[in-house]
């Protein structure tokens, strides 16, 4: 199996907080974190994206040098790896921590051989050091509190500056950079400081609105955008046009601005909508591109012709996905992912171009997603309900929930328009939509089911390590006297699309296969994993068939051969595989904690 490719995660983002987006001296490709993840995407085709994996904590920021040759990352616990951006495996270079405590933001000095940071301290806030050696090379001075925000000046004589939650901008000559003078004219957090790409302005963002402009070789204030406010909420970021004569400001107000810098006016104001969500936390200009990040974690490439309305937004998932399926329709394939916050959203498998539903969805994790005869999603989720969604209008509907009285783990369809819902303490047979039958005062925990794709047999495996059969008659289920042996407690179980074998996964990293027509006895037995099982999928052939375990692995098994297996450990790197489709028999589709959608190839 080798990777095909990747469609990578959001930012991850916090209300009120800062989020810096990188980008390549080049203008090719910018980057962002998540959770432990350096995300590098390609500008004009984000659907192209490389993820760098080796922080062991939560990383919080990244910036390429102005060579373009390295990166440098730094996490919640103080560490700055610089690592290589030209090889695939981006091999370490230097690990350093410059002080204990959250590093917040970084920059280079335009020779790419020193490196500040700056951020939550314990006796410092921020430290300048060679990026070879590590040794001192001056220090982030002026400051008694946090500091949010750094920039080298890119043209000699180096200046750097600073600013943080002591509401103080802090001005540095070097190197070794020596502290110079402070201002404090801002009256809250100071968010952001950048030197223009020339040099000779700085500008300092603050939760305060204000905009503050100085000279960028003294350090002397000489005004403010916009008078007493720049923007009538907090501004997090702000970033130069590569002339050095206009500004991006993004703030909580929910709007983007540019700014003539010389005659100190709106050239454009880009409204992003009215939700919260929609407060603008991080913003980039890259060549003839401008980038911001939404709280929703969307990063919306601006459009100076239409300010309403981005050119395009860059959709997906911020948090860990649960779920997953796809679905075929007239040559198109689409990927459908459901995440831990209720978020689902669709993929196209070819493009990577993607989308959410409309309307006001699940409000809380979802489970499973299965796609049924009538072209609908089937969704269950962790706020007790089942969703039935139409794809073609992709759009939430009031009248398609149905409520269940006990939160619901998984969801299976059959042919018929019925559905299995498996809910805590009981078992939901569902038709055209509606609950039909309900079965509870079970015996048994039941954890995982499964409809017979002809919708003549519902299998229920329990924490009992036991797989119950039932028939589905008319509306009702009846208890068949048959019982399935698993070895543990059953985690996930799948029918082949053909309904000829019943797939069953176990917590004692069994992977048992039934044949339906024998009467469920036992074909085979799978052993491989090392660890819990978590999820199964069926390839289209009906031959093989994948699963994914607590032990990072993903296995592919062939029906006709037990011993005939493929592997693929570290698919997602740092977090097991959540669930498993597949496109067609060649290409296999995993999602994980990481909130990314990746696709393999599968040669057999």
Same mark, same amino acid.
């Given at each position: ?10 930012p991850?983002m ?19 974190t ?11 085709? %984000?659907?192209?994206a ?19 040759? @390295?990166i440098?990352?730094?996490d919640?616990?103080g ?16 690990e350093y921590q410059?002080? *204990?405590?959250?590093?917040? /933001? ?8 020193r ?5 939550e ?17 001056g ?18 004589? @180096? ?7 002591d ?7 070097? %190197? ?31 939760? /305060?609105? +204000? ?17 007493? &406010?720049?923007?009538?909420?907090g ?12 500004l991006?400001?993004?703030s *909580? ?25 929609? +407060? ?22 601006l459009d ?19 779920s ?7 040559g ?8 831990h916050?209720?978020?689902i959203?669709?993929w ?23 796609i049924?005869g ?14 039935f969604?139409?794809i073609?209008? &992709?759009?939430?509907s009031?009248?398609d ?32 939509? &509606? ?10 925990e ?7 794709p ?9 924490a ?10 008319g ?10 042996? *698993? ?10 699309n ?19 027509a ?6 085979s037995?799978f ?12 390839? %289209? ?21 037990e ?6 450990s570290?698919a ?23 909130a990314c959608?990746? +696709? ?5």
């Amino acid at each position: 199996m080798e990777p095909k490719c990747t469609f990578a995660s959001l930012p991850q983002m916090e209300r009120g907080a800062a989020k810096v987006l990188g980008g390549d001296p080049k203008g090719n490709n910018f980057l962002y974190t998540n959770g432990k993840s350096v995300i590098i995407r390609n500008i004009d085709n %984000p659907a192209i994206a490389d993820i760098y994996t080796e922080h062991a904590h939560s990383v919080t920021v990244a910036k390429y040098s102005p060579s373009g040759f @390295y990166i440098a990352s730094g996490d919640v616990s103080g560490k700055l790896r610089i690592w290589d951006t030209t090889q695939k495996e981006h091999l370490m270079k230097y690990e350093y921590q410059p002080f *204990g405590g959250k590093i917040k /933001d970084i920059a280079w000095t335009e020779d790419s051989k020193r490196i500040a940071a700056v951020g939550e301290g314990r006796e410092k806030f921020g430290a300048v050091f060679l990026w070879d050696t590590g040794s001192s090379v001056g220090e982030v001075a002026g400051h008694f509190k946090i500091i949010n925000s750094v920039d080298i000046k890119q043209t000699r004589p @180096y200046r750097l500056a600073s600013g943080g939650d002591d509401k103080v901008v802090g001005f540095s000559e070097g %190197p070794p950079f020596k502290f110079k003078s402070t201002s404090t004219e801002h009256s809250r957090f100071v968010n952001c400081v950048r030197f223009s790409p020339n040099g000779s302005r700085l500008v300092s963002a603050g939760a /305060d609105g +204000q905009i503050i402009l100085y000279d960028g070789k003294t350090g002397e204030k000489i005004g403010s955008l916009g008078g007493e &406010k720049a923007h009538n909420g907090g501004i997090y970021a702000v970033c130069w046009s590569p002339d050095s004569s206009q500004l991006m400001s993004a703030s *909580g107000d929910k709007t983007v601005k540019l700014w003539d810098v010389g005659t100190d006016t709106v050239v454009t104001t880009f409204n992003m909508g009215a939700d919260v969500m929609d +407060q603008q936390l991080g913003c980039l200009w890259q060549k003839d591109h401008l980038l911001s990040i939404s709280l929703s974690g969307y990063i919306n490439y601006l459009d100076k012709n239409n300010p309403d309305r981005p050119l395009r937004v860059i959709k997906g998932h911020s948090k860990s996905i649960q779920s997953l399926t796809v679905h075929k329709n007239e040559g198109r394939t689409d990927i459908y992912s459901g995440s831990h916050d209720g978020h689902i959203n669709f993929w196209n498998a070819e493009t990577g171009e993607n989308d959410e539903f409309v309307g006001k969805g699940h409000s809380n994790q979802v489970n499973k997603l299965v796609i049924d005869g009538a072209g609908q999603l089937v969704s269950c989720s962790m706020d007790d309900t089942v969703r039935f969604t139409n794809i073609n209008s &992709k759009e939430y509907s009031a009248s398609d929930v149905v409520k269940m009285d006990a939160q619901p783990k998984c969801v299976s369809v059959a042919q018929g328009g019925l559905a299995l819902a498996v809910c805590i303490g009981q078992l939901v047979l569902l038709k055209d939509n &509606k609950k039909v039958f309900t079965l509870d005062k079970l015996v048994y925990e039941a954890e995982a089911g499964a409809l017979h794709p002809g919708g003549t047999t519902a299998a229920v495996g329990g924490a009992d390590g036991q797989t119950r059969l039932y028939s589905v008659q008319g509306n009702t289920l009846k208890a068949e006297d048959q019982i399935l042996e *698993g070895g543990g407690p059953i985690t996930d179980m799948a029918y082949s699309n053909d309904g000829a074998y019943l797939a069953i996964t176990d917590a004692s990293k069994l992977v048992r296969l039934f044949s339906v027509a024998d009467g469920y006895s036992v074909k085979s037995n799978f052993y491989g994993h090392h660890a819990k099982i978590v999820t199964v999928a069926w390839s %289209p052939d009906n031959d093989h068939f994948a699963t994914a375990g607590m032990d990072m692995m993903v296995y592919i098994w062939t029906v006709s051969d037990e011993d005939k297996r493929m592997k693929l450990s570290d698919a997602h790197r740092l977090h097991h595989v959540s669930s498993l489709a597949w496109i067609d028999e060649h290409t296999l589709v995993t999602t994980s904690h990481d909130a990314c959608v990746k +696709q393999w190839t599968v040669k057999f």
